[in-house]
């Protein structure tokens, strides 16, 4: 069985830009784009603190979590979404990681 993958992005807001137009834009970017994708199991939107947040998606597996990666820059639906983040345009994946679930609880 292959492990699942837990993709954990860190979001800044950018300047001007609220928490509302970030769920707006998070809620879009899961009905027309992440939810349809092979592989995606489950997704939380978190708040850190004040303009600062955490993207956690849950992937069937790393092959699944990558394949997305490629061509998801492509797609309307996360540029609208990362639109909203601070972020260098040359490096959208910046703040991402992928993790191994080794067991889950509860």
């Known amino acids: 069985m292959t492990a699942i993958t837990v993709e954990m992005a860190k979001i800044n807001l950018a300047v001007g830009k609220s928490e ?14 992440l939810g349809r994708q092979p ?4 997704r939380e939107l978190l ?7 955490l ?6 597996s790393a092959a699944d979590a ?9 797609s309307p639906q996360c ?6 983040m601070a972020m ?5 994946d910046e703040g991402v990681a992928h993790y191994t679930s080794l067991a889950v609880y509860g």
Do not use: C
């Open 20 to 33: 509302a137009e970030l769920v707006a834009a998070s809620e879009r970017f899961q009905r027309e784009f």
């Open 39 to 42: 592989g995606f199991l489950r």
């Open 47 to 53: 708040r850190l603190y004040e303009g600062n947040y």
């Open 55 to 60: 993207d956690l998606v849950h992937w069937r």
């Open 66 to 74: 990558r394949a997305v990666m490629e061509h998801a820059m492509e």
């Open 79 to 84: 540029q609208a979404y990362f639109a909203v």
């Open 88 to 92: 260098d345009a040359d490096k959208p």
